[in-house]
T-cell receptor, first 113, second 110 residues
């Protein structure tokens, strides 16, 4: 089991471009969580998804950010019209069920020029 | 809203000395507490959770509801314990999102 796979590991975008971050959960895990970590801070919850459903997006910024977890394929965190403040490490975690521990990926480091 | 505080950003101890990483939380309900660890160049991994009451790699943590604390302790630190440690809280309810502290970088000196 390769664990939670995130790609790319590093992503550089210019202001105004779109960023797409992908997360493949561990085999057998149907719950996916996205977190954002700004420098010198802890991870902050963004969104929780199950297959084809957004369960809780209370941590997502109201504009430009969206997430999906389709029936087939990885979960995608999409940031439109990126700005400098979007520069951060974005972590994905997965779990097999609601009350099970979350397993984290290596993260995607997003840099905005 | 829930909150997790780790007051020490950096902590250094000598090998063989006891170590305690502090974690305080605020949450009005019944929380579930975790410690996650990130070794150099590795991903974040679960160290222990309070409901399992396990001892992992010699670390223990006791939930103190009166003091709203979940400090991580180890009686004899080893150099391989050097890492970033995050305390996290999960609330009751359907979301099960984790709220993290800002982390403590532990360095165990030879």
């Amino acid at each position: 089991n390769a664990g939670v796979m995130q790609n790319p590991r590093h992503l550089v975008r210019r202001r105004g471009q779109e960023a797409r971050l992908r997360c493949s959960p561990m085999k057998g895990h149907s719950h996916v969580y996205w977190y954002r970590q700004l420098p010198e801070e802890g991870l902050k919850f963004m969104v929780y998804l199950q297959k084809e459903n957004i369960i809780d997006e209370s941590g997502m910024p109201k504009e430009r950010f969206s997430a999906e977890f389709p029936k087939e394929g990885p979960s995608i965190l999409r940031i439109q019209q990126v700005v400098r403040g979007d520069s951060a490490a974005y972590f994905c975690a997965s779990s097999p069920g609601l009350n099970q521990p979350q397993h984290f990926g290596d993260g995607t480091r997003l840099s905005i020029l | 809203a829930q909150r997790v505080t780790q007051p020490e950003k950096l902590l250094s101890v000598f090998k063989g000395a006891p170590v305690e990483l502090k974690c305080n939380y605020s949450y009005s309900g019944s929380p579930e507490l975790f410690w996650y660890v990130q070794y150099s160049r590795q991903r974040l991994q679960l160290l222990l959770r309070h409901i399992s009451r396990e001892s992992i790699k010699g670390f223990t943590a006791d939930l103190n509801k009166g003091e709203t604390s979940f400090h991580l302790k180890k009686p004899f630190a080893q150099e391989e314990d050097s890492a970033m440690y995050y305390c996290a809280l999960s609330t009751s309810g359907s979301a099960r999102q984790l709220t993290f502290g800002s982390g403590t970088q532990l360095t165990v000196l030879p």
